[in-house]
Nanobody, 120 residues
Framework: QVQVVESGGGLVQPGGSLRLSCGVS????????IRWYRQAPGKEREWVAT????????YEDSVKARFIASIDNNDERRLYLQMHSLKPEDTAVYFC?????????????WGQGTQVTVSS
C-alpha cells in the first residue's frame, strides 16, 4: 500500500523560514512528478510547485524566489520544500502529491497535509 506523509509544518513569524518534508512508502512504480499544493481556510486548494525526477521545479508565481523544492540526494522517495520570507498569506495546509506510473496509468497519491501558520 502506498503511503504519503508530509511533515515540518508549524507556526512561524512573518519573514521566517520552514522546511517541509514529504515522503512516499510502499511498492511504487516509476515516479513521474511530485507536486505541492496548499489550501488556506475558506479557499480552494491551489498548486504551489511541481518537481520532476531530474530535480527541475516549476513554481507558482507568488512563491517563486522564496520557495525551493528539491528531491533528497540520497532518497528519491523524499522531497523537501524549503520556504523563506514567509508571509501571512502563505498560511495554509500544505499537501504533496506523488504522480506514479504503474502499468499504463499514472496514479496520484496524496498525503494528509501539514499545517503552516505565518503569524506574529
Amino acid at each position: 500500500q502506498v503511503q504519503v506523509v508530509e511533515s515540518g509544518g508549524g507556526l512561524v513569524q512573518p519573514g521566517g523560514s520552514l522546511r517541509l518534508s514529504c515522503g512516499v512508502s510502499g511498492t511504487i512504480g516509476k515516479i513521474m512528478a511530485i507536486r505541492w499544493y496548499r489550501q488556506a481556510p475558506g479557499k480552494e486548494r491551489e498548486w504551489v510547485a511541481t518537481t520532476t525526477t531530474d530535480n527541475t521545479t516549476n513554481y507558482e508565481d507568488s512563491v517563486k524566489a522564496r520557495f525551493i523544492a528539491s528531491i533528497d540526494n540520497n532518497d528519491e522517495r523524499r522531497l523537501y520544500l524549503q520556504m523563506h520570507s514567509l508571509k501571512p498569506e502563505d498560511t495554509a495546509v500544505y499537501f504533496c502529491d506523488w504522480a506514479i506510473y504503474i502499468g499504463s496509468i499514472t496514479y496520484d497519491y496524496w498525503g494528509q497535509g501539514t499545517q503552516v501558520t505565518v503569524s506574529s
